[in-house]
């Protein structure tokens, strides 16, 4: 990453075929869809997006967590399962 590149964080769920990028807080960037995300339904295509936007979210916190330290009075906030969902995927050797 370097200095003048936004953070940001993708998710992708290769069985829905739906994509996000969001920044931190959670500020949608991109989006992708393709057919098989369309035969999900409205209120199946909505779930979906949203999952994926709050596990890209909480790997854009995580990131400025580590690049600038705490930041929950920014209002970063996502919830803590998430965030520690994220963590546990982080490899011991990128942490800071």
């Known amino acids: 990453m370097t200095g003048d590149a936004p953070i940001t964080a993708r ?3 290769p069985d829905t075929g739906i994509s996000v990028e ?17 035969r999900l339904g409205q209120a199946g ?3 979906a997006v949203l999952a ?3 596990t890209a979210t909480a790997r854009a916190n995580a990131r400025v ?4 330290g705490e930041v929950d009075a920014l ?10 969902s994220v963590e546990d995927t982080i490899p011991e050797t990128w942490r800071v």
């Not at 969001?22 to 369309?38: I, K, N």
């Not at 967590?65 to 600038?68: M, Q």
């Open 52 to 54: 994926l936007v709050d």
């Open 22 to 38: 969001v920044g931190p807080g959670g500020g949608l960037r991109d989006l992708v869809l393709d057919q098989r995300s369309l």
């Open 65 to 68: 967590r580590r690049a600038v």
């Open 45 to 47: 295509l909505a779930r």
């Open 75 to 84: 209002g970063l906030g996502v919830e803590a399962r998430m965030a520690e």
């Open 11 to 13: 998710a992708h769920d």
